[in-house]
């Protein structure tokens, strides 16, 4: 199943809070995309944030991988999940 997810930043948080965070969260996504469950990546034009869609077989199993990035787990983002 394809589940659409799009993150966004808890309020207080801003680019300059997350940076010293993004090498570690964009080796994370990489690793899923070479496993086949992230499919796509965008980044959002309309706030800071991004989408991604997952292969996943539920959406628990997808709040599991976004539960586990390391900016989820920092507290900066708050996460949406769409099967489709």
Same mark, same amino acid.
């Given at each position: 199943?394809?589940?659409? +997810?799009?993150?966004?930043?808890? *309020? =207080?948080? !801003?680019?300059? !809070?997350?940076? *010293?965070?993004?090498?570690? $969260? @964009? ?7 070479? +496993? ?14 991004? @989408?991604?869609?997952?292969?996943? +077989?539920?959406?628990? $199993?997808?709040?599991?991988? !976004?539960?586990?990035?390391?900016? !989820?787990? +920092? =507290?900066?983002?708050?996460? @949406?999940?769409?099967?489709?």
């Amino acid at each position: 199943m394809r589940i659409i +997810a799009y993150d966004r930043f808890r *309020p =207080g948080v !801003t680019l300059a !809070t997350i940076e *010293p965070y993004l090498p570690k $969260e @964009v080796a994370n996504v990489w690793r899923l995309w070479k +496993a086949g469950i992230v499919r796509e990546n965008y980044a959002r034009v309309d706030e800071p944030g991004v @989408v991604i869609v997952f292969e996943c +077989a539920s959406v628990d $199993e997808c709040k599991r991988y !976004t539960d586990d990035f390391p900016l !989820t787990r +920092a =507290g900066f983002l708050e996460w @949406v999940h769409i099967p489709v």
